[in-house]
């Protein structure tokens, strides 16, 4: 059913949404769990596959900051340099309760860094590691990776079938879910963006695209959970988009083969889905039609996206962990591993942990 507006699906949606794990089935419902009971639970250190040159305008910064938001530490940053805002950049926003490692950059024409920088951030939580020259702007998504170290905590630590499902997570991939901080508190990005959407997106109402980002990861979460109902959230559909895993490559696949088959059952190929906008889906066949499913049920929020001239996307519908380690200390239990830019360590640990926030 369409989202009209004298029945939209939001208005029965709870929070958050029962999208399903795809652990559940072989292992049931995960152990209960805790995590982020503090900043240090939750390290997070962002890597580029580039260094800065070493001259130019712009000064980059290595931070470590902790409980802070990237837009805090971007606030602070302008105005120790007395610049604007605008003038400062970074690639991903990194969570507040957390110890997060991140560049950031500011342009600084013609001056040196204000004496004391490093000093008057350290009091602010922000701890600067290294500072060289750039000729540009740091632009948003240009990291390539995020390492986590988290700490689970509670009833979860001592229970083995942690272990197991972490062990199948390694071999068939994590859903690619948008974590639950995309939405908001109780999904209130969400329920602005479908009013905004509705009367017509303006940029003054969402300067720096938050509320789209919002519906159009509503609109991925709900196909993938689909797929994962179904069971083809790991395997290539006839007309799939394949990605290949740890890049942006992506090709049509009009009849899956026994090669590319093989290819996606070892995490080297994902399936991929659609972040909903304005332009034609190299989807077709079975996998067009879970994408014309979606239209239909949430027409209201996929024309308000396309009025709003946002460029249709894709995203992989699976994740490969890399780079991981699993730790146990006296009560604790440490995760490791790395995740493509874009991706959320708590699609991780939903599959691993049951939490409220997740």
């Known amino acids: 059913m369409s989202d009209s507006p004298s029945h939209h699906p939001l208005d029965a949606l709870d929070w958050p949404p029962t999208w399903p794990r795809v652990l559940d089935a072989e292992f049931g419902s995960p152990p209960e769990g805790d995590y982020r009971a503090r900043p240090e639970d939750f390290l997070v250190e962002e890597t580029l596959d580039f260094d800065p040159e070493g001259e130019g305008e712009h000064l980059w910064l290595y931070i470590e900051k902790r409980d802070l938001t990237t837009a805090m530490a971007v606030k602070e940053l302008a105005r120790l340099c007395e610049a604007s805002p605008r003038a400062v950049g970074y690639s991903g926003m990194k969570d507040r309760v957390a110890v997060t490692r991140q560049w950031l950059s500011v342009q600084l024409p013609g001056r040196e860094a204000p004496v004391g920088l490093r000093e008057d951030l350290a009091e602010r939580g922000i701890r600067v590691l290294e500072m060289a020259r750039h000729p540009r702007k740091l632009k948003r998504g240009v990291h390539r ?43 209130r990005n969400l329920l602005r963006a479908r009013s905004l959407l509705a009367r017509g997106w303006r940029k003054r109402d969402d300067r720096d695209g938050m509320l789209l980002s919002s519906a159009r990861s509503f609109l991925f979460n709900e196909l993938l959970a ?39 059952a070892r995490l080297d190929l994902h399936p991929s889905g659609v972040l909903w906008g304005v332009g034609g889906s190299l989807a077709s066949g079975e996998a067009r039609r879970r994408e014309d499913q979606l239209v239909q049920r949430f027409a209201g ?8 001239g946002v460029r249709l996307g894709r995203r992989p519908l699976r994740l490969r962990l890399a780079e991981t380690r699993l730790e146990r200390g006296d009560g604790e239990l440490w995760l490791t591993f790395t995740l493509p830019r874009g991706a959320f360590a708590t699609a991780v640990l939903r599959e691993l942990i049951a939490h409220p926030t997740l």
């Open 145 to 187: 990776t995020n390492r986590f170290r988290l700490r689970l905590t509670g009833p979860a630590v001592a229970d083995e079938g942690l272990v197991h499902r972490w062990e199948r997570l390694l071999e068939r991939g994590v859903p690619n879910y948008f974590g639950p901080q995309r939405f908001g508190p109780d999904g």
């Open 226 to 264: 689909e797929r994962i109902r179904e069971g083809s959230w790991g395997r290539l559909l006839p007309g799939e988009v394949a990605n290949l895993d740890g890049s942006a490559s992506q090709f049509a696949v009009e009849s899956p083969d026994a090669e590319l088959e093989a290819r996606a």
């Open 301 to 308: 929020l996929c024309a308000g996206l396309e009025a709003a």
